[in-house]
């Protein structure tokens, strides 16, 4: 089957560095989305990675491990309204998203 | 730029009453189109989608349907809501020019089955 594993909540402090893990089994692969979710809001997309490796996008970045299905994000510099859920979610062979249940991050100050 | 509208925002509704939600996309031609379900403090289920015109298919066997009468209009509806069917329902589409299946969603309807 396929299946899509993050924590389901973390904390952090204000100004500190949180990563939040992903691992994914599916039916082939075309890449891992994440995705911030304030809460009663839609979902908005953070990132994309198909490839092996680090992207970085200001205090966002985004890793990708294809042989271990297994990526994180990495949240630097955190400030209160980075408190969110956040989705991880990878496209399988027939280009359609499996959803995690996503990570809802508390920011305290 | 693309948009998408859902409405309503909200909705409370009986049980075994029906229902009709409604998604329009802006500023794009062809899109692929979903609809979503999310529980509250869960992921996201997706329920159906559609590559084009009057071509849908469902992800979860139930009592919701959905039709695409137009390009960018999509449409998701039940005869008889059950009290399960509370939630948040998100419409999304991919985005033109974007050669991986990024998804842009719309605001959603909160609904409520009482």
């Known amino acids: 089957g396929q299946n899509i594993d993050q924590p389901t909540e973390m904390t952090a402090t204000e100004g500190a560095i949180v990563q939040i893990n992903c691992t994914y089994q599916?039916?082939?692969?075309?890449?891992l989305f994440w995705y911030q979710q304030h809460a009663g809001e839609a979902p908005t997309f953070l990132s994309y990675?198909?490839l092996d490796g680090l992207e970085e996008k200001g205090r966002f970045s985004s890793f990708l491990s294809r042989s271990k299905g297994y990526s994180y994000l990495l949240l630097k510099e955190l400030q209160m309204k980075d408190s969110a859920s956040y989705l991880c979610?990878?496209?399988?062979?027939?280009?359609?998203?499996?959803w995690g249940a996503g990570t809802k991050l508390i920011i305290k100050p | 730029s693309q948009t998408i509208h859902q409405w309503p925002a909200t909705l409370v509704q009986p049980v075994g009453s029906p229902l009709s939600l409604e998604c329009t996309v802006e500023?794009?031609?062809?899109?692929?189109l979903y609809w979503y379900r999310q529980a509250a403090g869960r992921g996201l289920q997706l329920l159906f989608y559609?590559?084009?015109?009057?071509?849908i298919s469902s992800e979860v066997p139930q009592n919701l349907s959905a039709s695409r009468p137009q390009d960018r209009q999509f449409i998701l509806s039940s005869k008889k809501l059950l009290l399960s069917d509370s939630g948040f329902y998100l419409c999304?589409?991919?985005?033109?020019?974007?050669?991986?299946?990024?998804?842009?969603f719309g605001p959603g309807t909160r609904l409520t089955v009482l």
């Open positions: 990675n198909v």
């Open positions: 999304a589409s991919t985005i033109a020019g974007r050669d991986y299946n990024e998804q842009f």
């Open positions: 500023g794009t031609s062809n899109p692929n």
């Open positions: 599916t039916s082939g692969f075309n890449g």
């Open positions: 559609s590559v084009g015109i009057g071509q």
């Open positions: 979610a990878a496209l399988d062979s027939n280009y359609q998203l499996i």
